[in-house]
């Protein structure tokens, strides 16, 4: 056995959402707030629970919109 710990397995986690434009990626999480960019954009904050009301899919992006830090519903009231 050797006498040095073996390296953790980290197990991937997505940190990938979708909203009506595409993919949002997570590149931070502190204090409640999320600091995400949209690929070739400048970064932007938003709080956690908007975070978490995003998809994760792109199929289930398609009816969400993100705008000025708040995740929106397409659809709903049109």
Known sequence: MSKYPQ?????????????????????????????????????FVMSLGAWELLAKTPEAGAKIKVGGSTVYSVGEGE
């Open 7 to 43: 390296a953790l397995q980290t197990k991937k986690v997505s940190t990938d959402r979708y909203d009506v434009f595409g993919k949002i990626k997570k590149m931070c999480e502190a204090d409640g707030y999320v600091m995400a960019r949209r690929p070739s954009c400048a970064p």
